[in-house]
């Protein structure tokens, strides 16, 4: 392999990745053949100037890759197998309207263009300084890997620090009132296993929240929408559709709210309590954006202190979608009865993540963390608005403090086929069809994530689009 490989090979990344790309780079390239010999570790230290424990893992990485076979007493040799290469699916093949495909294109990030995106760029979250902050700090005397499962409820460390942090919401809980979960959706999916029978009638959000509307659908709920105004949901069509339905159950998203990015006000709140005690409904209220939301926003769990509404909450959304790690917080019977859907489906959520997750807060990095984010959410924000503007997109009410906005498109186009259109050119858009609960058709629209809307791709797709109107 000689000198091909140089020091400077090196610079920008890790010395064991360096050595692992430049090797399977030679293969990829056919410069290296299946079956023959890779350099002995000590000519590859030398070639790379590294150590020979660099050399050694790197070639262990190699080998763990499938690229590379190790021969006992007779070295490192390029695999004689080389794995298949499926075509990837073409995003303009796909639907780019269900509830799947949106879902499916949240985690597999196919199209360049992510205006439609729920998560905000990698880099907000899980840059350098985040990924330092993740690795636990080992205190004396203190493990960091759970020694078992753990309590069923999770952590209790962190169920006491999540109780405290609550409290500062003005919502007063015990520990014991906290169950800890792999995030909202493990809470919502809980709650739905629990609460829901099949063929009844569940209150949503309208727009609302797509992963909820595919849940209930599973557990063969109706789904009854409510409608969403700028304020918080509409009142009057809660109470109507509550008598109508008798309806046990209305989901909603009070602060920030996906997808509109529009918060509850105190008044609408309040009421919304009252009606709640009218119809004998549970409030399952998801805040998935409440720690970089003022304490003192309004709270249907303040007014109520949990007694019909169920809290949720997580930390995806605010540290990393790669922390799996949410919570419920409810009154003692509907905790304890979730607990055991807990353990009878999932046995218990993971005590590592939830240590690192405790030690985060404690130490303050996590803190520090979301004084940037809030920064960033409030540029991000300001410039969408510009960018939408000039556009001549209109957003729905006044959104803040999460990640999205709510753009009402011109009469007369269909989004899902705006969709379809926009993923053939590499855009992934997130038409309003996916957000409506039931089967009738809403008014065109599409959510934008703030952190994409300036995106002069889109901006040219827009503008080409709008103009064939």
């Known amino acids: ?28 390239r056919g410069l290296m053949r ?77 199209y360049e263009v992510r205006i439609g995106d729920g998560r905000p760029p990698a880099a907000w979250m899980e840059g350098p300084e985040m990924a330092r902050a993740l690795r ?15 309590p069923p409820a999770g952590l209790p460390a962190l169920r006491e620090r999540i109780a405290l942090t609550l409290a500062e919401r003005s919502i007063n809980v015990t520990p014991a009132q906290v169950l800890l979960t792999h995030g909202a959706n493990d809470a919502l999916d809980m709650i739905v296993r629990h609460f829901v029978e099949p063929g009844e009638t569940v209150l949503v959000d309208n727009p609302g929240y797509y992963p909820l509307f595919g849940k ?28 109508a339905t008798g309806a046990r159950l209305f989901f909603t998203q009070s602060l920030a709210q996906n997808p509109t990015g529009c918060s509850i006000t105190l008044p609408v709140a309040y009421r919304l ?49 790669s922390l799996r790690c949410g919570y419920i917080a409810a009154d003692p019977d509907t905790v304890s009865a979730l607990a055991d859907v807990k353990m009878i489906t999932r046995t218990n959520s993971s005590g590592y993540i939830e240590q690192i997750v405790y030690d985060l807060i404690t130490s303050g990095r996590y803190r520090n ?37 709510w753009c009402v498109l011109p009469s007369g186009i269909d989004d899902k086929e705006l969709s379809r259109t926009a993923a053939e050119h590499g855009i992934l858009l997130a038409p309003g069809a996916a957000f409506n609960p039931e089967a009738t058709a809403g008014p065109p629209a599409m959510r934008v ?16 689009i709008g103009a064939t109107f």
């Open 1 to 28: 392999m000689g000198t091909v490989y140089g020091p400077n090979r090196i610079n920008g990344r890790s010395r064991v990745e360096a050595i692992y790309e430049a090797i399977v780079g030679r293969i990829d």
């Open 34 to 110: 299946p079956g023959e010999r890779l350099p002995s570790i000590r000519a590859a230290a030398q070639t790379f100037g590294v150590s020979k424990n660099t050399t050694v893992e790197a070639y262990d990485r190699l080998v763990a890759a499938g690229r590379v076979e190790s021969r006992p007493g007779s070295g490192f040799y390029v695999s004689q197998h080389r794995p298949k290469r499926g075509e990837p699916p073409s995003p303009a093949s796909i639907e780019a309207v269900d509830i799947i495909w949106l879902l499916r294109e949240q985690l597999e990030k196919r």
């Open 136 to 150: 636990p700090v080992a205190r004396p005397g203190q493990r960091i890997l759970p020694e078992s499962y753990g």
């Open 216 to 243: 209930l659908h599973l557990a063969k709920a109706e789904l009854a929408g409510v409608r969403r105004n700028p304020d918080g949901p509409d009142l009057d069509e809660l109470a109507q559709r509550a008598a």
């Open 273 to 321: 309590m009252q009606i709640a005690d009218t119809h004998n409904l549970r409030i399952v209220d998801t805040d998935p954006f409440a720690d970089v939301l003022p304490a003192t926003s309004p709270r249907p769990a303040a007014l109520d202190q949990l007694d019909r509404v169920i809290y949720v909450g997580t930390f995806a959304k605010t540290l990393s979608a």
């Open 369 to 405: 963390h979301l004084k940037r984010l809030i920064d960033r959410i409030e540029v991000a924000t300001r410039t969408a608005h510009d960018s939408l503007s000039r556009l001549r997109l209109p957003v729905f009410g006044q959104p803040a403090g999460g990640f999205y906005m």
């Open 449 to 464: 994530n703030i952190a994409y809307a300036n995106d002069d791709r889109f901006a040219r797709f827009m503008r080409t």
